[in-house]
């Protein structure tokens, strides 16, 4: 954590990956308006919130501005996708839409790892980010596999299809049965939030629909589990 608007505008100047950065409501100075200038064109979430919030965090003079660091350096799916393909690989990708809990989120990366899963991929807004716990929950997972962080998801599933990625979104909504979806080829594997699911407009650009079969009376998996599921039934029909 890293508080104080000179610190900040010092830290993104030397290279520091930022992973969010906290900015008091009303903020306005000369010196808040560098800061902006400074993170102008970068992938850095900007949150405004009031400075009740700050204080708790710290009661040093944070100035309106606390800035996050990450443990890892995001990677973009634009630079990972032509690498994949000129090395002869067969693309994996998952990308949670909208998972906020790191305990999830590490579990998952995980799980991924040990599959061979090419990168996983994150919104930049409303989404978990890289921290000390999902590092610990990965199990050190997060520091060897790729995460890209997008600002558009819509954007990015979009590109992964015209690059004849195929999409599987998973959802309860789905009339095809996990063990019936096509993951042979390129593949990305869309998880949605744990309260919500797959937003609709994400759904909508899906090539299929799978859902897992619930029996007992509860009626979703957690959604780490449900990743760990669906993760090594597309593993298994490669390996066929």
Sequence with gaps: MIFGIRAVIEAVEAGKEIDKLLVKK???SELSRELFAAIRGLDIPVQRVPVERLNRITRKNHQGVIAYTTQITYSHVEDLVPTLFEE????FFVLLDGVTDVRNFGAIARTAECAGVDALIIPSKNSVSVNADAVKTSAGALHTLPVCRENQITRTIRYLKDCGIRIAGATEKGNLSYT????DGPICLIMGAEDRG???????????WVQIPILGKIQSLNVSVAA???I???VKQRME
């Design 232 to 234: 090594y039934e597309i």
């Design 180 to 183: 019936k979806g096509k993951y």
């Design 26 to 28: 009303d903020l306005q």
């Design 228 to 230: 760990g599921i669906l």
């Design 198 to 208: 797959i937003p609709q407009e994400h759904l909508a650009l899906c090539d299929e």
């Design 88 to 91: 002869g690989r067969n693309p």
